[in-house]
Structure formats: structure tokens, C-alpha cells
T-cell receptor, first 116, second 114 residues
Framework: DTGVSQDPRHKITKRGQNVTFRCDPISEHNRLYWYRQTLGQGPEFLTYFQNEAQLEKSRLLSDRFSAERPKGSFSTLEIQRTEQGDSAMYLC??????????????FGPGTRLTVT | KQEVTQIPAALSVPEGENLVLNCSFTDSAIYNLQWFRQDPGKGLTSLLLIQSSQREQTSGRLNASLDKSSGRSTLYIAASQPGDSATYLCAVDNSGGSNYKLTFGKGTLLTVNP
């Protein structure tokens, strides 16, 4: 299997601009997760999908954030009207409930967002 | 609300030393615990996953133990090498066994000196 991929790896944007990140999960993984990690902290859960259905969103995910997973394959995370506090590493992970390691999440390399 | 604490926050050891990293969690009703490694500026690599019914897991020089009743896990690294230098993160799943929401500690930054 190829691993989880994320694009772009780095994004610098000005405050107020919109940004969109993409995550491609491991092939045939039906679960996809988004986390956010700030400097010196562990990742914090944002949202997750099972196939194309978004089943939970954290309170961290304000109205400016939206995530989609059309057709249950890749996912996008959009941040509108970015703020400096949005600067963080955005991590995507995937897992398969049908595999022998159903509970294990595999992470991508992350997208580092810097809002200036 | 689940809280995960990792001690120490940073650790520096000479090459070849055996070491233990600690993880504690406040809500013992967990289903799984996972240890990850994170290199600077990179994503997370899963090292070991312990299901709640297990007490330990081993992979090469790594051994992770779980004591649910006391809310503790340890990661033992034998014969440390400079390539082991990284941040080690512990994460617990107490989302009803569906593993859709991991709660992470802040990590332990390990430096192994040649």
C-alpha cells in the first residue's frame, strides 16, 4: 500500500484568505480523520468520515472550517477567512474497519499552514 | 474529559542505554492505546497498538505495556540508537471502541547521543 498523502505540504497565506488542503487515504481505507497540531502539543481531533459520511465534528471546527469526502475517497479541508490562530500542522489519517488492524490509524505527512 | 500526560517532556540519553517513556490517562475506560513516533516537521508513524484486553505489545526493540486500572502505559526502548531520536506520542481511544477520536499527550522529545 502507498501511504496517506497530503497536498500541499506547506502553505503560507495572508490573514483573511481561504485555503484548501487535500488528503488521499490509503487505498480502500473507509475511515478518514483530520487532526490539528500546534507547536509543542499533541494532535487534536477535528473530524472524521466513514466512507463519504462525516460522522463527527469537534468543537474546534468552527464555522470557518468545512471538510468533505466526496465518493468516499480523497478528502478536502477548507478554511475560510484564515486567522493567525489557524497556523498549525493539519494531519490526515485513515484506517480500515475491515482489516485485521481495524483500530490503527495511519497518518500522512501533514500540511503546515502559516497565516501571516 | 480524557486527559493524557506524558513524562518526561524531554529526555537525553547516551547511545546504547535502555529507557522508559511514561504515559498516563485520566479515564481508564479506554479501548485502545497507541504509541507513535514523530520526526521534526513530519507526520506520525505508528509504533505499537495495545487493545484494552492486552497487557503488552512488542516490536523489535520496543515494548509497550498497558495497565488500564491505574491509567498508565510505558514504552520501553532497548539499546537506544541515535536514529531513535524523535518525539514519542501516546494516544488513547475512549470513543466507545470505534476508534474515531484519539486523544494525544504532548509527547516526549527523545535525544539519543552517539
Amino acid at each position: 500500500d502507498t501511504g496517506v498523502s497530503q497536498d500541499p505540504r506547506h502553505k503560507i497565506t495572508k490573514r483573511g484568505q481561504n485555503v484548501t488542503f487535500r488528503c488521499d487515504p490509503i487505498s480502500e481505507h473507509n475511515r478518514l480523520y483530520w487532526y490539528r497540531q500546534t507547536l509543542g502539543q499533541g494532535p487534536e481531533f477535528l473530524t472524521y468520515f466513514q466512507n463519504e459520511a462525516q460522522l463527527e465534528k469537534s468543537r474546534l471546527l468552527s464555522d470557518r472550517f468545512s471538510a468533505e469526502r466526496p465518493k468516499g475517497s480523497f478528502s478536502t479541508l477548507e478554511i475560510q477567512r484564515t486567522e493567525q490562530g489557524d497556523s498549525a500542522m493539519y494531519l490526515c489519517a485513515s484506517s480500515s474497519i475491515t482489516s485485521g488492524r481495524a483500530y490503527e490509524q495511519y497518518f500522512g505527512p501533514g500540511t503546515r499552514l502559516t497565516v501571516t | 474529559k480524557q486527559e493524557v500526560t506524558q513524562i518526561p517532556a524531554a529526555l537525553s540519553v547516551p547511545e546504547g542505554e535502555n529507557l522508559v517513556l511514561n504515559c498516563s490517562f485520566t479515564d481508564s475506560a479506554i479501548y485502545n492505546l497507541q504509541w507513535f513516533r514523530q520526526d521534526p516537521g513530519k507526520g506520525l508513524t505508528s509504533l505499537l497498538l495495545i487493545q484494552s484486553s492486552q497487557r503488552e505489545q512488542t516490536s523489535g526493540r520496543l515494548n509497550a505495556s498497558l495497565d488500564k486500572s491505574s491509567g498508565r502505559s510505558t514504552l520501553y526502548i532497548a539499546a537506544s540508537q541515535p536514529g531513535d531520536s524523535a518525539t514519542y506520542l501516546c494516544a488513547v481511544d475512549n470513543s466507545g471502541g470505534s476508534n474515531y477520536k484519539l486523544t494525544f499527550g504532548k509527547g516526549t522529545l527523545l535525544t539519543v547521543n552517539p
